[in-house]
């Protein structure tokens, strides 16, 4: 991933509870990076989780994560969480996330959710306002 694509960024610090006893960060602690980047990307579009979001008839839940560790994040450093919706489908989408310390990538994240009835166990289309939102704010429009 190549972070001018990304429009939004989100800074954290590393703090003492996500570290192991090397003080690096814990790995599954990556995906509780990239929640907080997701959301404050939808803050940032103004779709704030889930208020915006008609849970309801249909909620979104996680597909798919994959993370590729480039080199480790270290106790009290700040960290860059860029963020980006980079395909729309009709009840599915990808966030791209690149995790980055002093402009270097230390992780990449890639996340699907599908938006979906739990309790009739079926995908349901992502709302306009939802798809108009991602397009509008994007700097390189998500793939269809």
């Known amino acids: 991933m ?14 003492w509870s996500e570290v192991d006893a090397q003080g690096v960060v814990f790995n599954p602690h990556y995906l509780t ?16 989780y889930p208020d915006a ?13 994959q993370i590729e560790y480039h080199a ?3 106790y ?3 960290l860059e969480l860029f963020v980006r919706v980079s395909r729309l489908g009709r009840s599915s989408f990808d966030f791209d996330i690149e995790v980055t310390r ?15 009835n739990l ?9 306009q306002q939802f798809r108009n939102a991602c397009i509008t704010f994007e700097k390189v429009p998500p793939k269809r």
């Open 53 to 65: 979001f008609d849970v309801a008839v249909a909620d979104l839940y996680a597909k798919k994560t």
């Open 72 to 74: 480790a994040a270290r």
């Open 119 to 127: 309790e009739k166990q079926q995908s349901v289309p992502l709302t």
């Open 102 to 116: 002093a402009e270097k990538s230390i992780a990449t994240v890639q996340l699907t959710y599908v938006h979906a």
């Open 33 to 48: 990076f990239a929640d907080i980047g997701i959301t404050e990307y939808y803050r940032a579009i103004g779709m704030s």
């Open 2 to 15: 190549v972070n001018e694509d990304f429009r939004f960024s989100h800074q954290i610090r590393v703090r």
């Open 76 to 78: 009290d450093e700040v």
